[in-house]
């Protein structure tokens, strides 16, 4: 059977120029169908980076200017009867990442000039407000037709100013004048639509527009971005067929692998499962399992916001919490859970109806381990890379049963790293380890906790249980004794591998592992 060549859209954000190029589209169009045709105008939509939400953005922008053959096949094609055209004005803000007030000014100027130009408008300069404001005026009586606007990452100019009170204040005040005109001009209007990232308050940026209608945790949106169990099985069927064939697995491995790294993602409850779209793709291009989404650029505002919230590590998944405290405004936020949900470092899990609460964490194994990465120079003086490679070589003692030099080669890395001050209290050692075994991940299965004071971990390998007790400044006997408490051979039996106990104790004087203890 030949392989499929099939042309993959990475980082291809044109609707027009996937369906005239004929790369693989999933058919997201029944939803651009039921948002043009609700009764709200004004709509809002948040997602991760990397989902989707300029490809909608262009979606609607074809979808308005009438470009009927581009849906051809599509859901959209049965669906609409009166295509119609209209004006579109479409800003995109993703180029204004990393910009002061002069920059973010002379952007929206650029902006504002090149429609200005299309629609032969004379403006010398002024304020972008007045200026969208005329625009829209100008546009509608010139074609007769209601103007469409469509703002895609509404909040590019603020993610990295949000840990900057002064700065953020100077950017929100440019981009809250030049929405302004979206109330005002509502008469000239058809439809207007925003993305971004973080939802700011209403307060804040859209100060008049009131009436604007948040479809992010809108169960009929779950799907609209992002590509569901069903999308994959049913539409990208030939693409796992020859995965598994260049991986030499079987078909239902491969789903299991894709599942457990790209998958997991719920932005309601119910919803569908949500593989990250961008990871997907790009695992089917090369052929392989890697780390795509982060390592597409993790955000110095994540690490700069975990500093300032003191949040470890270990404290990044498993949370309950009321919508309120997650779907809400990030510039305004007491705790780091807004920003970590709706930047897709934690996502819904489950959601307990009676008390209305949700449970969030992390999505998968993508994520994990990427966060886990990028967390790690932290805490180990900048010797990520020898720490990774430490990890690899660790991973492979584990498999190969001897767990003797796995141990022998985690204490002689710790004694090569400097700085002694932080490891004097119980939490520094726990996040460190937390995060080296966490890593183990990419070639073990491992369940990592930190209980006050010591490190409990499940890991395991194709032929053995590893249940390992860190403590700091015990003994290894008091370890053993807190693994035999817990009763875990009798708790694992049913998995069917040999359980081998490891008791290990941290010596804060050293800043290494003392001694360790191992026992089938």
């Known amino acids: 059977m030949e392989d499929l060549q099939r042309l993959y859209p990475i980082g291809i954000q044109t609707f027009s120029n996937i369906r005239e190029g004929n790369y693989l589209y999933i058919d997201k169009t029944e939803y651009v169908y039921r948002m043009t045709h609700s009764s709200a105008k004004y709509m809002f939509l948040s997602r991760p980076r990397r989902f989707g939400k300029s490809l909608l953005t262009s979606t609607l922008h074809s979808y308005f200017s009438g470009r009927k053959e581009l849906f051809r096949g599509l859901a959209m094609d049965k669906l609409e009867k009166e295509w119609a055209e209209y004006p579109v004005l479409h800003f995109d803000l993703s180029m204004a990442k990393h910009v002061d007030k002069d920059r973010l000014e002379r952007l929206l100027d650029f902006m504002l000039s090149e429609y200005e130009r299309t629609f032969g408008i004379e403006v010398e300069g002024g304020d972008a407000n007045l200026r969208l404001t005329n625009l829209i005026k100008r546009v509608y009586e010139q074609t007769g037709k209601k103007v469409v606007v469509l703002i895609d990452e509404y909040d590019a100019p603020l993610l990295d100013v949000m840990h900057e009170r002064e700065n953020l204040g100077v950017l929100r005040n440019i981009m809250r004048n030049f929405y302004s005109p979206l109330k005002a001009c509502d008469p000239y209007l058809r439809y207007v639509f925003l993305t971004g990232i973080t939802k700011f308050s209403q307060l804040s940026i859209f100060s008049e527009l009131n009436n604007i209608k948040n479809i992010s945790m809108d169960e009929p949106y779950a799907a609209i971005c992002g590509i569901t169990q069903d999308e994959m099985l049913i539409q990208m069927k030939d693409d796992i067929d020859q995965l598994a064939r260049k991986m030499d697995i079987a078909f239902d491995e491969v789903v299991v692998k894709l599942k457990e790294n790209y998958d997991g993602y719920h932005f309601t409850y119910p919803s569908p499962d949500v593989y990250n779209p961008f990871s997907l793709l790009n695992a089917f291009a090369d052929g ?29 998944g498993c949370k309950q919490a009321k919508a309120f405290a997650f779907d809400a405004p990030t510039e305004t936020m007491t705790t780091i859970t807004p920003l970590l949900y709706q930047s897709g470092y934690i996502t819904i899990k489950d959601y307990d109806k009676e008390l209305d609460i949700y449970t969030l964490d992390i999505p998968n194994k993508e994520v994990r381990l990427g966060l886990m990465e990028s967390l790690l120079p932290h805490y180990v003086a900048n010797n990520a890379e020898e720490a990774n490679t430490m990890v690899a070589y660790l991973s492979r003692d584990i498999r190969n049963g001897d767990m003797d030099a796995a141990m022998r080669r985690l204490q002689a890395f710790l004694s090569t790293i400097p700085q002694c001050d932080n490891t004097k209290y119980e939490g520094h050692y726990q996040q460190m380890f937390y995060i080296i075994f966490s890593l183990l991940n990419f070639y073990v299965d491992v369940e990592v906790r930190t209980p006050r004071g010591r490190v409990d971990m499940v890991l395991r390998t194709k032929t053995t249980l590893y249940v390992m007790e860190l403590k700091l400044d015990k003994s290894v006997g008091e370890a053993m004794e807190q693994i035999d408490l817990k009763n875990y051979p009798e708790r694992f039996a049913l998995c069917g591998l040999p359980v081998v106990k490891i008791a290990v104790n941290f010596d804060s004087e050293r800043c290494t592992i003392g001694e360790w203890k191992i026992e089938g």
């Open 288 to 316: 392989k399992f890697n780390s795509y989404w982060f390592g597409s650029g993790t955000p110095t505002y994540l690490i700069k916001m975990l500093d300032k919230f003191n949040v470890e590590p270990s404290e990044i």
